[in-house]
Nanobody
Framework: QVQLVEPGGGLVQAGGSLRLSCAAP????????MGWFRQAPGKEREFVAA????????AFADSVKGRFTISRDNAKNTQYLQMNSLKPEDTAVYYC???????????????WGQGTQGTVSS
């Protein structure tokens, strides 16, 4: 498995941008598909985005398409989620994930980050 560490999220106004990062100090980061899920208060955890191990393929939830991008730097064992045109409904705890396959399904995730809060004010 790979250990995932997420530095702090942030607070932005609606329409603003925020970039989340996720580092993997332990484990073979480059062999995993990476992704992001989020969980808003009172709601179930939901898929946000994923990227294959060589960045050849990406996937996004319909709710974030065109606003969010996902990228990774295998040399730095780090992945990123760039969030633009943020809306209050994007407020959630964001979880970094590592999977053996590129998937939007949480049951395929083998490692989770600790979660980081992203808050969008109206």
């Amino acid at each position: 498995q790979v250990q995932l560490v997420e530095p702090g999220g942030g607070l932005v106004q609606a329409g603003g941008s925020l970039r989340l990062s996720c580092a993997a100090p332990v484990g073979t980061f480059s062999t995993y598909a990476m992704g992001w899920f989020r969980q808003a208060p009172g709601k179930e955890r939901e898929f946000v985005a994923a990227i294959s191990w060589r960045s050849a393929n990406t996937a996004f939830a319909d709710s974030v398409k065109g606003r969010f991008t996902i990228s990774r730097d295998n040399a730095k064992n780090t992945q990123y989620l760039q969030m633009n045109s943020l809306k209050p409904e994007d407020t959630a705890v964001y979880y970094c994930s590592a999977s053996r396959v590129l998937s939007a399904r949480a049951e395929y995730v083998s490692s989770w980050g600790q979660g980081t809060q992203g808050t969008v004010s109206s």
